[in-house]
């Protein structure tokens, strides 16, 4: 029978039918979105440790921005932590991974010992990346909250080593593939495959 043939209720059913199957096409192509948790301070917010932001500028980033890929969070911020605030770093002979295991700290210029609230800040990324399907995580690199390839070194005199953050190794650890703001080449590489494999 020609759809205009149609009883009127039969009609709205197939359209509600109709409706229906376009809204869970929606959810699927919105779900099937590799989404990425950033650090706030590249996108433009300023809530770095002096007040300031760290903008990232790549033609990527508007792209992903426009296709809701992007989930902005900083986790001092998160924790409670104000703006500006004393630099911290991660205390010498220390991981990011063993101030989550409760044996390293992070602490402030002034000495105070802000552990807690970096652990609570990861916490939060953690959990706001799992809420929202965070699969990868592009943060600034050197923090001692963010920094996946380099942090200092504890000393406050501007000396790197390698290692990450709280909230990369703990990101890490949950299987979230982390980037640096130097790395965003990198990371349109790994989007590009994921998004391939998509059904």
Same mark, same amino acid.
């Given at each position: 029978?020609?759809?205009?043939?149609?009883?009127?209720?039969?009609?709205?059913?197939?359209?509600?039918?109709?409706?229906?199957?376009?809204?869970?096409?929606?959810?699927?192509?919105?779900?099937?979105?590799?989404?990425?948790?950033?650090?706030?301070?590249?996108?433009?917010?300023?809530?770095?440790?002096?007040?300031?932001?760290?903008?990232?500028?790549?033609?990527?980033? =508007? @792209?992903? %921005?426009? #296709? +809701?890929?992007?989930?902005? *969070?900083?986790?001092?911020?998160?924790?409670?932590?104000?703006?500006? /605030?004393?630099?911290?770093?991660?205390?010498?002979?220390?991981?990011?991974?063993?101030?989550?295991?409760?044996?390293?700290?992070?602490?402030?210029?002034?000495?105070?010992?802000?552990?807690?609230?970096?652990?609570?800040?990861?916490?939060?990324?953690?959990?706001?990346?799992?809420?929202?399907?965070?699969?990868?995580?592009?943060?600034?690199?050197?923090?001692?909250?963010?920094?996946?390839?380099?942090?200092?070194?504890?000393?406050?005199?501007? =000396? @790197?080593? %390698?290692? #990450? +953050?709280?909230?990369?190794? *703990?990101?890490?650890?949950?299987?979230?593939?982390?980037?640096?703001? /130097?790395?965003?080449?990198?990371?349109?590489?790994?989007?590009?495959?994921?998004?391939?494999?998509?059904?």
């Amino acid at each position: 029978m020609h759809s205009c043939c149609l009883s009127p209720s039969r009609r709205c059913c197939s359209a509600d039918a109709f409706a229906l199957e376009r809204f869970r096409s929606a959810v699927y192509q919105r779900a099937m979105t590799a989404k990425i948790l950033v650090s706030a301070c590249l996108m433009g917010h300023a809530v770095r440790y002096d007040g300031a932001a760290k903008p990232l500028c790549h033609p990527a980033i =508007e @792209r992903w %921005r426009a #296709e +809701g890929r992007l989930v902005t *969070l900083c986790p001092e911020m998160s924790a409670g932590m104000p703006v500006p /605030r004393p630099p911290a770093e991660i205390e010498a002979g220390s991981t990011g991974a063993s101030v989550l295991s409760g044996v390293g700290r992070v602490l402030e210029k002034t000495g105070s010992d802000v552990t807690e609230a970096f652990r609570h800040g990861a916490e939060n990324a953690l959990a706001l990346a799992r809420a929202t399907n965070c699969r990868f995580a592009l943060l600034i690199d050197g923090s001692p909250s963010c920094g996946s390839s380099f942090v200092y070194d504890g000393s406050f005199n501007g =000396e @790197r080593v %390698r290692g #990450e +953050g709280v909230t990369a190794a *703990l990101l890490r650890r949950n299987g979230i593939e982390v980037f640096s703001d /130097r790395e965003v080449e990198r990371l349109v590489e790994r989007l590009a495959g994921e998004d391939e494999a998509a059904p």
